[in-house]
């Protein structure tokens, strides 16, 4: 069963840019004084905006004391968008029996042929992000903008419910709370759910959330566990689950309690691991493992499946020991090369470590006492040395037979084999055991700490390896007579300071115990010890993997060096040639099941992903000749906006809120402090309101129909505008990469090789064919060819092609006409046109948008290039429907740099006379509601090119 992601799909078919202020107006970076968020936790905020105003506004705008029969229709709604993009209801429909265990779900959803529809569920919206990627910030920023979407009035006032799964996670949670609160007013505080009914009493307008433990919900009450239905509330909660799914074994129930509390409401439920099918297709945002290390966050992922293709049979005692032997020659190896790259910066990375994981701690034959007593033989010298060599070769061999990682899988591995052959067992001793020679083991512990043992060898002074786990194993208590027990230890926190430079800890042996909720950049290996095939075994794998990719080259910057090349400068060349090694994260395991389970469940996240192969599309080299191909440059002004006058647009019961507000607060000190302004603009805002009583008429203010609610956000969005400065024309520049989308259109792996066939087809005949439901198209005057184009506007399969339905319409007119024998481009000497991509490419004209506060490029959808003799023309034109509501500010910004006295300005570049133009399009330009503007709007190409066929320069 191949699940597609389909919330994100009707995620990323809305456009952020066109949803109404109050779904935009947001601090989308900050989070406290050290931290911001990445361009990709922003992205998960604005998929989660995007998806709440899907369900909140778009068809049922949410009204204050509406009934709960709206929030159905809600369901109904967004389960038909499901079913529009293809949904199977039979993937994800929830089958049950009429038994006893199952009841108290059917008193809150309708059973029908022994099925509950997904209808019922589909209030949710998933977060499927890997770990180390940022959970907690993100969760932590939609709190806060599900708080202030309350304020304005755009969701219901409900309460918000964070679950997790342990306590160390809940205090890791509220360290993170803190710290996001630290310096702000309204801080956002949080409650034990047990405390639900005193705190409501007591709370009035305070910022405040609930948590609890996700384990502890059931139908009935026990001592630490609680009942769900003493606060079900009718279902209206916001739950937001943070991997509330781990170690779980009542794990469905507990689901279905989680459902129930927000089935009125909203359930957001993070991980790194989904894998059901509900939770695969109602996933809003994926940036998990393979995506997370594909965009340069995180270490390379490379598994080692020698031993899995080379034995038939389980491994035997000396594999195991050579198995054991790779890893500590691998870390010897990858230390060795950090210390040349520590040459040129002294602090880089981190130190490297061997992490090894097992399943048994506690039984006679357990992996960890296997594991242990091959170190100590290590150790002691006490093993076939020839064993070195033949690894070393098995390294050798293995990484030259699979030179790919897995993670990216088109990335080679690079190892320099002469420094791995190099490698002795004095290297070995050195820099794993921290000694220049042979030793008995000994181990320190503390009495507080059971489940920690250190151990070191008896001619060291240092430490080095680490074991953690629950309490001390067994096994070991009752070997300690066979060990020189160095002392008890109270004050050393090795595992506490084990993530520290100075950390001379080597090797980390444990359970699962310790590695959640533990972050390190540490570990360069993971050795699976006997981990088994079972179910919880593969979200082991999973979640400890995630464990040990975090990444920080040089400080505060956690991505692969070279995406982070530019602020290391030119010592990038010379240490490029010793990170590979460094930035990887090597995968051992020591039975063919463990490998086994690390390959495939590796693989199942690579095929949920949506992983595409990049298309070569082709310059235009042929129509382009020598013709110049410019964009407009633009610089920084010297004036803001509030110097000349521009006008601002403001509802009409925005406006009446600011006249109240001016009428009400007299004292500019307010605003002076409450919006870190200054006093110019606060002088300018009482005059704006003395001079202009109405919305109508007036050179502040005019009426738009984006509504903010809120007063303080009217202020601040006002006075942001105000102060904000201009961008001018500076000059034009020949076309370089500021129209790259055609570099980057990706399409399904599995689809690549047959549109590559039909692509060529293309190229060779020059004419347009058909690829599934794409069309590829041979236009002479394109910049690049071929132009693809769908009439799908949820096609998933592709990206970064023409799909929106005005610009397919206005490409199919365009052809058409081109095929006229009296079009007017044949008035042209030469003219050209290429497609704008709004996420890609870098061609725009400046304006302020209201709705994000700040300057933002407007991109059109195509430009064109026309020449006449000495005159040279750039036209923008974008097609729009005429309900399209922001157009006349972006015109009246186009006017301001491009026009002069209602034409377009001159301007000279070398001996051409250059004008910008900027149209609409549309099919019925009589829709057009604003007569001012009706000039820039066409729906007859021949109408456009007469304006400027004879170097006319009016309209």
Known sequence: MNLRLILKNIAENIDFNNLPSNWQSFDFEGFSRSKKLYDFQIEALENFLKVLWFYYEKDFDYREGEGLNINDKRKEKLFKEYLDYDLNPEEVSLKYKKEKKNKFIFEYYFLENEEISFKHFVNRAGFWMATGSGKTLVIIKIIEFLKELMKRKEIPNFDILFLTHREDLITQFKKHLEEFNEGRENKIQVYDLKDYEKQKRGLLNENFIFYYRADLFSDEEKEKIVDFKNYFNDGKWFVILDEAHKGDTEESERQHIFSILSKNGFLFNFSATFSDAIDLITTCFEYNLSTFIENGYGKKIYISDYEAKAFKEEFKQKDKQKIILKGLILLTYIKKELNKVREKISNAYHNPLLLVLVNSVNKEDADLKL???????????????????????????????????????????????????????????????????????????????????????????????????????????DSLSQFEVNHLYENEKFFEEINSDSSKINILLGSRVFYEGWDSNRPNIIMFINIGTQKEAKKFVLQSVGRGIRIEPIKNERKRILYIKEKIGKVFDEIKDYVSSIESLFIFGTNKSAIETIITEVNAIKEKTFKGTKISLFKNIEAIKENVLLVPKYKEGEKRIFEEEVRYGISEDDFKKLKEFNEFVKDDRVLLVNLDTEPKLVKYFRESLLYQKQLVSGNYYKKSDSERNNVE??????????????????????????????????????????????????????????????????????????????????????????????????????????????????????????KIDESLDEVYIPYYDVEKGGIRGFKPDFIFWLKKDNNYFIVFIDPKSTKFTDYENKISWYKRLFEENNKPRLFKYKNLNCFVYCFLYTEDKDKVINSSYKDYWFENIDKVLEKFVNKNRGH
């Open 371 to 477: 594991f242990f007593e091959e170190i100590r033989n290590i150790a002691e010298g006490n093993f076939d040395k020839s064993l070195i060599e033949e690894a070393k070769e098995e390294i050798k061999k293995e990484f030259q037979e699979k030179e790919n990682f897995d993670i990216p899988g088109d990335d080679k591995l690079k190892i320099d084999f002469n420094l791995v052959s190099k490698v002795t067992y004095n290297d070995i001793l050195k820099n794993v055991f921290n000694s220049d020679r042979p030793g008995k083991i000994e181990i320190s512990y503390s009495p507080k700490e059971k489940g920690e043992v250190a151990f070191k060898l008896k001619i060291s002074d240092s430490h080095f390896a680490l074991m953690k786990t629950g309490d001390m194993p067994g096994w070991l208590k």
């Open 713 to 834: 956000v009217i202020l601040s969005d006002l006075f942001k505008f105000w102060g904000t400065k201009f961008q001018d024309f500076e000059k034009f520049k020949e076309l370089e990469d500021e129209i790259k989308h055609f570099e980057n259109i990706v399409i399904e792996e599995a689809k690549f090789n047959d549109f590559e066939s039909i692509k060529e087809a293309v190229m060779g005949t020059k004419r347009s064919l058909p690829f599934e439901n794409l069309k590829l198209e041979y236009i002479t005057n394109h910049y690049y060819l071929p132009l693809i184009l769908s009439k799908d506007e949820k096609i998933d399969y592709i990206k970064h092609i023409i799909k929106t339905k005005s610009e397919v319409e206005f490409i199919e007119r365009l052809e058409n006409y081109i095929n006229l024998n009296n079009n007017k481009f044949k008035n042209f000497d030469w003219w050209m046109f290429s």
